[in-house]
């Protein structure tokens, strides 16, 4: 009879985190509960010693280097941004990767903080969205803007937008409107 161990507190905190980003991914839009704030346990769950990070918060940067992540001062070389506010200088939105047409998983990952229900609405379509979802979101439209110019499906970068202990997912595959 094989017999597994339970889960440590780290893995089952790493297991509802990778939990509520693929759920949120999957439902484009729809808030999905995190098990603790901020951003150090996602970086916990999706970094590990092959990925390439950029963060913009010097004790994120320390934290992601202790998985054995390479940390990256420019974005363009990233796997994962992680940053404080999706109103940064438009020269560090544009350096995102957003891969190619060939290979368009070379897009990076963006998790930034953004509240939730505050600032403007959003009108959001694609795949995960029966027709369409409306959402309200404290990211500056000047931001959607540029990332209709960077992102032209199947290239572009994944959103997650995390505020407190949830997080929404946007996909590069999601059309975003600003109301």
Do not use: K
């Amino acid at each position: 009879m094989l017999t597994i161990a339970a889960p440590d507190a780290a893995e089952a905190r790493c297991n509802a985190t990778f939990e509520a980003l693929m759920w949120a991914m999957a439902r484009p839009g729809a808030p999905q509960a995190l098990p603790e704030t901020g951003l150090a346990a996602v970086i916990e769950t999706l970094v590990d010693i092959e990925c390439t990070i950029f963060a913009d918060d010097a004790g994120l940067r320390a934290y992601a280097a202790d998985t054995g992540a390479r940390v990256t001062g420019n974005p363009a070389d990233a796997d994962h941004v992680f940053l404080d506010s999706l109103d940064a200088p438009e020269a560090l939105l544009i350096a995102i990767p957003c891969g190619s047409a060939l290979y368009p998983d070379d897009g990076a990952t963006v998790v930034a903080l953004a509240p939730h229900g505050v600032g403007h609405r959003l009108r959001l379509r694609g795949a995960g969205i029966d027709g369409v979802r409306e959402v309200t979101l404290g990211v500056p439209p000047a931001f959607w803007a540029l990332r209709a110019q960077l992102c032209c499906y199947p290239e572009g970068f994944d959103l997650l937008l995390v505020d407190g202990q949830a997080v929404i997912g946007i996909p590069r595959s999601s059309l975003v409107e600003v109301l």
